[in-house]
Nanobody
C-alpha cells in the first residue's frame, strides 16, 4: 500500500507556472505507475498525465500537451507536475494517484487528498 500527499497548489495568474509535488510513503514506490488527475467541482475527474515506474515513458492529456511535464524521483519517492503557461481552464483540484501495472489513463489504486490550483484571468 502507498499513501500520497500532494503539495504546491495555489493561486496564479494566467500565463504563470506552478509545480505540484506528490510525496509517497512506502518502500515500493518505484514499482508503481504514477498519475496526475484533476477535477472541477460538479464534473468528473479527468486524466492529466502519467509516468511509468522507471520514469522512462510519459503520457499526457491532449489539453495540457506541451505545457505540463510529469517527472518522478524514485529515491525521494516523489512525483511532480510542472505546469507552465497556465490557463483559467486549468483551475481544478489536482490529485496524485498510483496504480499497479503499465501506463494508463484510468484504474488507479491509490489517491491523494488533492491540492487546489486556481488560475486567474
Amino acid at each position: 500500500q502507498v499513501q500520497l500527499v500532494e503539495s504546491g497548489g495555489g493561486l496564479v495568474q494566467a500565463g504563470g507556472s506552478l509545480r505540484l509535488s506528490c510525496a509517497a510513503s512506502g518502500r515500493t514506490f518505484s514499482t508503481y505507475t504514477m498519475g496526475w488527475f484533476r477535477q472541477v467541482s460538479g464534473k468528473e475527474r479527468d486524466f492529466v498525465a502519467a509516468i511509468t515506474s522507471s520514469g522512462g515513458t510519459r503520457l499526457y492529456a491532449d489539453s495540457i500537451q506541451g505545457r505540463f511535464t510529469i517527472s518522478r524521483d524514485n529515491i525521494k519517492n516523489t512525483v511532480d507536475l510542472q505546469m507552465n503557461n497556465l490557463k483559467p481552464e486549468d483551475t481544478a483540484v489536482y490529485y496524485c494517484a498510483a496504480r499497479y501495472g503499465p501506463l494508463s489513463k484510468d484504474e488507479y489504486n491509490y489517491w491523494g487528498q488533492g491540492t487546489q490550483v486556481t488560475v486567474s484571468s
